[in-house]
Nanobody
Framework: VQLQASGGGLVQAGGSLRLSCAAS????????MGWFRQAPGKEREFVAA????????YFADSVKGRFAVSRVRAENTVYLRMNNLKPEDTALYYC??????????????????WGQGTLVTVSS
């Protein structure tokens, strides 16, 4: 599976962005899809995940209520909708695919395939 993340950009605080994660090879339908981010000088951290069925989603406390994750099987794409963005959301955002179980889906090691990252910059 090869993943391509896109949709990042510069936005003012309070604004919105939608990130996309598409598979150029392989199908995403059987994988848990995760979004992670890495700010300058910080470790990569979990943001959100969606189970293969698409019916269950998980979020880090820092983004809960502001971010939403969805998947469109026909497009073989997963989306991360980010609303009410804050300067602290500034980071390189990565999508990942893996056969993660619920207890591990917030961990980097649970994911096998990673996209190249897309930069989100939120200005104050």
């Amino acid at each position: 599976v090869q993943l391509q993340a896109s949709g990042g950009g510069l936005v003012q605080a309070g604004g919105s962005l939608r990130l996309s994660c598409a598979a150029s090879e392989g199908t995403l339908s059987s994988y848990t899809m995760g979004w992670f981010r890495q700010a300058p000088g910080k470790e990569r951290e979990f943001v959100a995940a969606i189970r293969p069925s698409g019916g269950t989603t998980y979020f880090a406390d820092s983004v809960k209520g502001r971010f939403a994750v969805s998947r469109v099987r026909a497009e073989n794409t997963v989306y991360l909708r980010m609303n009410n963005l804050k300067p602290e959301d500034t980071a390189l955002y990565y999508c990942a695919a893996g056969r993660a179980i619920v207890s591990t889906l917030a961990t980097i090691g649970a994911y096998t395939f990673w996209g190249q990252g897309t930069l989100v910059t939120v200005s104050s």
